[in-house]
């Protein structure tokens, strides 16, 4: 197969992975309407073209979290890469680091966080707080310890989806893939009771005082993910929050909930110029980058693109798909006459005459 796009690598992936796995990585919750919204409405999205800009040279150069960055990518957090390939979360680390692209690194990741900061840097620590604060503040020390460079906590998940999909076919981890990060001593071994014990401990508790509280245990900046309202971005920003990911989880959680890229624009109005937005759901082509960084994000994370490249072909494969968007990107910022990433403003984006 002539793997020239993400889309390629989705079909190519969904041939190799075990049924069950595939469905874990792919799937949404209840309908998937925000699922497949999440790519309809990049889609729907037309761009106004600029032309006779000498675009001989083009810059991915960025900066973002007060650091220059070699491009505006970054790796989401998405749980257990081994699903995808025995190297897991190393695979991906190994490819991210060959592009100096920050890897936010789920709380439940297959490789444990002091194995993937030994090969790449940087590293973001994606924390779930759970209902027994203890255990998430000795999460935190780890990562803190083992030299990740930001937290992102997420906080659209106060009770999981309805991931229908996964109880129709009765989806549960195989118990050889472990969860380092949540290893405890009373907690054993298992993961299937250990996940048991994940869900139990979502906590739907949670307020803007555990943001206060996270901030008492560590300096690193703090970012919060999920967040798809302007007022809750404006709540954040007078958290003290260091960014904010505009997410819907990939389609994961809320079914018929707005799409990051459609809540970006009143997001990036109301609290662009105080904080750094970054975007995801739904990234697969070069044009979705454009459309996010000229709607205000400064980021885009990626979460199953890289999983189809790790699927089919491990770091070379995860390799390939940030290639493959890289390029993409600067073709598309050619065509729309724009040399570098501050060039990429709302104007790009075409709004249809009020009749
Ligand atoms: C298989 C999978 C596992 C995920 N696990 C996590 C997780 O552990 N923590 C988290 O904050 N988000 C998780 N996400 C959500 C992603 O970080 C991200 O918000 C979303 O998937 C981005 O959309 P995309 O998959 O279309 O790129 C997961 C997503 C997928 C696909």
Known sequence: MNLLNIYDYEKAAAEKMPSAFHEYYAGGVADNLTLHEN????????????????????????????????????????AMHKLGHPDGELATARAAASFGMPQILSTLSSVAVEEITAVHHPVWFQLYIFRDRGWSAEIVQRAVAAGCQALVVTVDVPVQGLRENL????FSFPPEIPIPNLARAEHGQDNSSLLKLVNDNFDPGLTWADIEWLRGLTNLPIWVKGILRADDAQRAVQAGVDGIIVSNHGGRQLDTAVTPIEALPHIAQTVGDQIELILDGGIRRGTDVLKALALGAKGVALARAPLWGLAVNGETGVRHVLQLLHDELENVMAQCGCTAVDQLTPDLIYNPPQP
């Open 39 to 78: 790519r309809a409405a990049f889609d729907r999205i037309k761009l106004l073209p600029r032309i006779f800009r000498d675009v001989r040279h083009i810059s991915l150069e960025t900066t973002l979290g007060g650091e220059k960055r070699p491009s505006p990518f970054l790796i989401a957090p998405a």
């Open 167 to 170: 109880h129709r076919i009765d």
